[in-house]
């Protein structure tokens, strides 16, 4: 095993991006004896307030970059649209094991659909959209529903639009193509359930899978992830198998987030990957050997991966800005004694201003009674219609 390149604790980790999932990858690193420093813009951002050291700038500032260099033995990322120019003065002059190949093949949906199809792993039929004559060429090939997407810059169903008629072509078209990026038209896929798997590739090239995670998103925003996922074993299998593919096939160092679908007849499609700990994986923090976050930490300093082995079933449901105020209100009630023994995690991520929509925290049940979990969530009324569903957004 290549044991070069291992970074023990002591040393210190430089985060690009002071968000939730950097808070948590800090947290965890911190039990392991690593030091933080965050750059981030905001001076009280989530993973600054936990972090040993902060650097206060824009993601674009080339200085503070070398800053963040200066003060790292180690440096990674927790969001994938990272200044290009950055990306490059951090490869050249640090050591970022996650390479910025990842970034710049996950930061575009073309470039990510051709690498995923690459490693021999399948995706929605797709086909790079130009002109509005190309739109619908497309429409006419895939029928009717299908999703429009800016190849760049959408997150949460941002920059996508749902054709439910080809007379919506134009307008679509001219909506989208004013985010100046290349387009791409999927076929729409009527899916069973949304699947996602997270792998670990560490530069030893060891690689482990998650347990595969099902997901439920409301107005296109993760709401809930249940594990283990209502699937056979042979698809957890294949789904498992197919991150592991992706992770080897696109040299994956630290973490890798599949979102996939899976078709009536069993097909597994990818929809889209994220270079970085998830938010599908935040249930593996209380419900498995090794929490994503630790796994990353593994990974990119060269340790041996740690076991993904599942403990307990789990069900993780996100809190957002419209569920801080109820969310408060039980926790101030709470006494522990929840229905059949089911134990709840709350985590927050100290962030001050609650806006709708904005994730503030999450919520991980662990129980082996998915309906007692269920239950809870619709009686808790931290989640209720008026918080959080309008079926009407979803797509
Ligand atoms: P994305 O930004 O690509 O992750 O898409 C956000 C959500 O839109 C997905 O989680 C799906 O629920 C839905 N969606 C995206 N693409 C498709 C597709 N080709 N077919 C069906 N649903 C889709």
């Not at 991006?17 to 989530?46: C, K």
């Not at 949304?194 to 482990?208: C, D, F, M, N, T």
């Not at 595969?212 to 409301?218: D, R, S």
Request: hydrophobic share 40%.
């Amino acid at each position: 095993m290549n044991r070069s390149n291992v970074i023990l604790p002591g040393r210190t980790i430089g985060i690009l991006g002071g968000g939730q999932l950097g808070r948590m990858m800090a947290l965890a690193g911190r039990h392991m004896g690593y030091r933080f420093v965050t750059l981030d813009p905001a001076d009280d951002s989530p993973c600054g307030q936990v972090s040993d050291r902060q650097i206060i700038a824009p993601y674009h500032d080339v200085d503070a970059a070398r800053a963040l260099i200066e003060m790292s033995d180690v440096i990674t990322y927790e969001f994938e649209n990272v200044d290009a120019q950055v990306a490059e003065v951090l490869s050249r002059e640090s050591y970022v094991p996650q390479g910025s190949k990842l970034l710049y093949t996950t930061q575009h949906r073309l470039r990510e659909k051709r690498a995923v199809e690459a490693s021999g792993v399948p995706v929605a039929p797709y086909m790079e959209i130009t002109d509005l004559a190309s739109l619908q060429a497309g429409i006419a090939q895939f029928g009717i529903p299908c999703v429009l997407k800016t190849a760049t810059g959408g997150y949460d169903g941002k920059g996508q639009w749902v054709l439910r008629s080809p007379g919506e072509a134009g307008e679509a078209y001219a909506e989208l193509s004013r985010a100046g990026t290349e387009l791409v038209l999927e076929k729409f896929i009527h899916f069973e359930k949304e699947l996602s798997v997270i792998a670990a590739r560490s530069p030893s090239g060891e690689i482990r899978t998650f347990p595969a995670a099902e997901n439920i998103h409301v107005h296109n925003i993760l709401h809930q992830s249940i594990v283990p996922a209502r699937i056979g074993a042979e698809t957890e299998r294949r789904a498992r198998e197919l991150a592991e593919k992706i992770a080897e096939g696109l040299d994956v160092i630290g973490l890798i987030a599949v979102e996939m679908f899976l078709a009536p007849g069993g097909e597994l499609y990818v929809n889209e990957l994220a270079p970085r700990p998830h938010n599908s994986g935040h249930y593996t923090i209380e419900a498995c050997r090794t929490s994503q976050f630790e796994q990353h930490i593994r990974a990119i300093c060269n340790l041996p991966l740690g076991s993904t082995e599942l403990t307990t079933p789990a069900v993780m449901v996100n809190v957002l800005g419209e569920h801080m105020e109820p969310l408060l209100k039980w926790m101030e009630e709470d006494d522990g004694s929840l229905p059949g023994g089911m134990i709840a995690k709350v985590h927050l991520y100290g962030k001050d201003e609650s806006k709708i929509h904005r994730k503030m925290g999450h919520v991980t049940l662990l129980t082996d009674r998915i309906d007692i979990a269920e239950q809870w969530i619709e009686a808790s009324g931290i989640w209720t219609e008026k918080n959080s569903r309008n079926s009407e957004d979803q797509t």
